[in-house]
Every structure is written in C-alpha cells, then in structure tokens.
C-alpha cells in the first residue's frame, strides 16, 4: 500500500506543481497501455474498445453537494466515484475499459489526500479490470471530480432503459436503501467502531459496489428486456424505465430484499423502511425487466450474481406505479415515496 | 438560432428542475444516434468508433479559474470549451466521433445561461461533425464544467508526443500568442465594438477554432514524426514534446509567424512580442515535427491546412531549447518565457 504517495508526505499540490502531480498519479495510479494504446501523457489517451462500440458515462462530484470530507476519507470519495460510474457501464451490460479522472483542487490541498482518492478508485477498479488512462488537473476553490468510464458492447447489447413489455417480471439486485441509511447515520457524526446493522449501513454509503458483474452476466443471459441502475432511488429510476414505453408497474411488499438487520436499522434512524427501500439514492444495485418467458435463463444466469436478485414485482400496461403493502392496502401517486433529484424543480418540491 | 431555450425564458434551473433541463438540452443539443448507438437519457452512451481504437480526453473547467462570465459570454465559454478539447483530438490526428458534457451549476443560474453554453459548443463542433451524447448536470456553487471528448484513429495514427529525431523541422499552424493578448486586452475591460487588431485578439482569447483539419491531414501524410498542441505555450509544449526522446530544439525568431499586427497589439498592451508568441498559453495551434526527408508530402499537405503551417525551427540532439534573436544573439534557460502551468511548484514560480 503506498502510503506516502511517494515520499511526498506532508506535501501540498503548489509543492509538488501541476507536472509533479501529474507524474506521481501516473507512476502510482496509471494504467497499463496494451499495444496501440497510450495511457497518461499525451494529448489524449488511445484505447482499444473490443467490438467497435464504445459506451460511456461522466459523472461529476462536487465537495459539499456530493460528499463531504467531513465525514468520507479521500479513499471513500475515489472509490466511491468510481463505483457510480462503473454502475452505470454495469446497467448497459458492458464490459469495462477504461476511465479518465478530471480533478480541480485548492493548491493548498495535500498531495497525499489526491494520492488517497485515485488510490481509492484503483482499489473499487481492480476487480473489473477497468484501468485509469487519463485525465486533467487544474486549480479550484472546491474539490472536483469529474469520472468518465469507457466500456464496450459486443452483438445483442447494450441493454438499455427502453424495452420493457407488460408482464415482464422486475428484479433488483442486492438489498437497496442501505445506502440511504449510512448517510442518516453519518450525518449524526461517523461513528469510530461500527458494528452490526451501523457496520453495514455505513459500508454501503461510503463504499458501494457497483454490480458490473450482474450487469454482464444479465446481458449475457438475453433475458433481461430493460435495465438501470437504481441510482436515484428505485421508485424513480422504475419510472425512468417504465416511462420510455408509456408503462406501469406494481411492487409487492412483501417480496421486498428488506431483512430484519434492515428493519432495525431504519427503526433506529426514524426512517420508515418502506421510504428506505423505494425512496432513497445513491444505491448501485440494477433493476431489471425479465421476459417471463425467459425466467428459467435468467435465474440460471441470476445464480452467477455475487449480490443475488429478488423478484419485486411486474411491468404493467396501465401507467403509474402502485404498492401493494403487506398488510394488502395499496399506495400510489403522491403516496409514494420520492428519490433523490438536483435542481428539484417547483412542481417536485411542492409534492 | 434558438434564443428562448425553448419557451424558457427567464426561468431558472430551479423552475425547471433537473430532468427538464437535460430534456431541454437533449432537444436541442443532442447528437443523433446511428444505428447500434444511443445519445443522451439512458445510463449511458454508445458510440461506434471506427477502426475499434478510442481517442480520449477530458477537460475540466471552473468558472473564476478558466473562464470569466464577466466577459466572456455564455456561448463563448461554452465554444472555447469544446475548441479545446477538439484540438487535443486534432493533435493525435484523431477523427472526431463525439462529446460528453458534465455541467455543474447554481440552481438560480439562468436556464438560457446553460442553454447558450451549449450552444456555444454546438457550433464550434458542428464543422467537424462531433456530436453530444451524454453526460451530467448537478448542483455546484462555482459553474463547472467537464467536456470529454471521443474521436478514432486508423492504422498509421494517432501521431503522439514522442517520435521525433534530431533534424526533424518544427511547424507551427496559424499564429499563436493572439489569445494571450486578448486575455490582456479583456482583463482591462471587454470593448463594445472592436476592430483592428482588438479585434483579433479578442477572436483568439474568446473564440478559438481548433485545428482539427489540419491534424487529420497531418497525420494523413504519414511526414510527421510528432505532434502536440500549444495549449501552455509553444515553449512549454515544445520541451513536453521534446522531453520524450531527451531531445532539444533551436528557434529562429525571425522566421516566427508574428505579423504587423502582432508587433503592434504586443506594443499597446505593454507585452514583449516574443514573449506573447513563445510564452502564452491558451493557443489551440499545432506544433509538428516533420522529417526532413518528407517535407515535400509535408508541404503537399499543408496546402489543405485552413491555418497553414510556417516552420519555426529544428529538434537537435542537445537537450535544451534555444532562440535566435533576430539580433544574432540567443536567448536559452531562464532566459526564456514561461508558459501557463497550474498548481505552479515552489521552483517554477521562483523563476
């Protein structure tokens, strides 16, 4: 583990100028270029995208509306970051290549809090073989990243958010609204030793995984109609998908992934689990319409999924989106709850 | 010409909400997909990049350290924006394929504030057929902005930092040091109506055209053996290009394309012509190493380059960079302007 980001310890960014940091992220960071490829150093980076088709995705991270140094470490921020964007290659089914990190700090910031947030995303990108090949560093009074993925497709994919067809069955993988509940809990202060439901409420906040792995396996599988990941919270990213195709669904309750340490977790906070489930962002799980037909694949290829899939509910044709409750009362409409937007407009905001 | 950003006139971010916004701008903004691609609304994009290799980069932008809504107009951020990183394509010879655009901003910025900086790239890509297809909005104090850009490369391509040998004859496109001098022009106060030489330093500084024609060609003819382009100044860009091959260079002023003109803005705004043309950044001017012994499929070339090309010297093996004065005398080491760096390290500013 390097430390010291290269004996640069206790250095700040104007010590070690824009050609310094540069060099140190490549050496410590870079990623290795294949033949006719070009990684860091040049005016722009050359990749090989298997298949001729390139898929992408940018994400930018501001300090105060994205993360807080306050309570996520540098390591949190990066790995973090990383694993939002590698979500988003996961929900088209691609397989990952490359990312690029554009970065704007204060030059009083110190070097070894960069090293820590590419040391960060180098950790969540191992797995996935997806490798840092270039990027930008420039002054700014607020600490930004701007992420953009790179992955490839091959024949029969992407999946997209458009495609799915009433009947179709809903899956999600994992078990979202954690997410939600780490930033509850953080906001009262980080706890120094987590344990239990705390341990892995706050894991899933400050270290998400992003499911690349089901999202290829899902793709693969020909069985998946329409995916997204539920980056905004269920309800809201269920919209986005349904809404292409002028479609409904309905959620049983009762089908939910919401286990008994989830529960506690939201009893503790003062978060009904119902909002924590459907409502809340920032999870990296992927939501996915199944052809009935193809059930039998998809379970065969369901059982390759490091964070499993549970079934949810089903596409409709009536649009709208409605909850049968467990107790067999419906909600719908307004009644529901809202995820995460920026710029939340007046109509949102007055609901 | 779209002046109302669609019937939004007056509103801000906030009325519009962020799922408006990226309608909006998807609208009237966005690239239209070929077959087996996707544009802007899905997790994310999917481009075809010929010949199977990506030509990648990113540029971050922060409002206070790049640009100034003072007097820099919405459009033209926005077009300086995607200038600049079209020319890092055209500095690898990359074909231009497409843009991403991660923006952040206040929510009580203007919705014709975003709408004009994205239409200000839309007409500085237009002539090189690069199209926008994807990307992010979110909250941000400071208006920042993210541009990645993707272009392709053939065999032969891209043409990179490194490869030059002692010998090779240094061309510059176009005439650079203008866009310095608009920035000085600018920081005392933008004039209403300019002509003259106010004129074209003003052009340089707020809309620069990147020379991705002239890239393209250049690295069609197979004459040249390395390529950057002058975005920290030829000096600075000069010894990266360079520092690969441990190599150096001589410059000889008076061959230096600096007009009439030139001399006499430089004299106005109190700055040294030499510096202005060696030392300033911001210049999206092309920087070539040609073999000697393809100078003539060079200049054959160069016929079709809208900027054409003067050459201003040669790489040799002495590291080091060296001009002639048009005096006889030389000036080598500090002697020499500095070009633009970001984070500059304790040594550089001690200079």
Redesign the interface.
């Known amino acids: 583990m390097v430390r010291n980001a290269g004996g640069h310890r206790g250095a700040l960014?104007?010590?070690?100028?824009?050609?310094?940091?540069i060099d140190l992220l490549r050496r410590t960071h870079g990623g290795i270029p294949r033949p006719?490829?070009?990684s860091i150093?040049?005016?722009?980076?050359?990749?090989?995208?298997?298949?001729?088709?390139?898929?992408?995705?940018?994400?930018?991270?501001?300090e105060?509306?994205?993360f807080s140094l306050g309570y996520f470490r540098p390591e949190e921020v990066g790995g973090r970051a990383l694993s939002a964007n590698l979500?988003?290659?996961a929900?088209?089914g691609?397989d990952p290549v490359?990312y690029?990190?554009?970065?704007?700090a204060h030059?009083d910031t110190p070097v070894a809090t960069v090293d820590a947030i590419f040391r960060g995303m180098a950790t969540a990108a191992r797995p996935s073989g997806i490798r840092l090949?270039?990027?930008?560093?420039?002054?700014?009074?607020?600490l930004?990243l701007?992420l953009?993925?790179?992955?490839a497709?091959g024949r029969g994919r992407?999946v997209?958010?458009?495609g799915a067809r009433p009947g179709d069955l809903l899956y999600v993988t994992g078990s979202p609204g954690w997410s939600n509940l780490g930033l509850a809990l953080l906001r009262g202060g980080r706890p120094t030793r987590a344990s239990g439901w705390r341990r892995e409420a706050m894991r899933a906040h400050l270290a998400p995984t992003a499911r690349w792995r089901e999202g290829q396996a899902a793709a693969r599988s020909c069985a998946v109609a329409a995916?997204?990941?539920v980056s905004d919270g269920i309800l809201a990213d269920l919209a986005h998908l349904l809404e292409r195709d002028g479609l409904g669904a309905v959620l049983a309750e009762e089908s939910f992934p919401v286990s008994r340490s989830f529960r506690a977790a939201s009893a503790a906070l003062g978060i009904d689990p119902l909002d924590a489930f459907l409502g809340s962002g920032e999870d990296y799980e992927l939501l996915m319409a199944v052809r009935p037909s193809r059930r039998a694949r998809f379970l065969r290829a369901a059982r390759s999924f490091p964070a499993g899939a549970t079934p949810i509910g089903a596409v409709t044709k009536t649009p709208g989106i409605r909850v049968r409750r467990a107790d067999g009362s419906w909600i719908e409409g307004a009644e529901l709850p809202s995820g995460f937007?920026?710029?939340?407009?007046?109509?949102?905001r007055a609901r």
Chains 1, 2 share one sequence.
């Open positions: 960014l104007r010590d070690v100028g824009e050609s310094g940091l006719g490829e070009l150093g040049d005016d722009a980076a050359v990749v090989r995208v298997p298949g001729g088709r390139a898929v992408l995705s940018t994400d930018l991270l501001v105060g509306t994205h979500s988003d290659l929900a088209m691609a490359c690029l990190v554009a970065l704007a030059p090949m270039g990027g930008d560093t420039c002054r700014g009074e607020r930004t701007c953009t993925v790179v992955g497709v992407p997209c958010r458009a995916m997204i990941d937007v920026h710029f939340p407009s007046r109509k949102h």
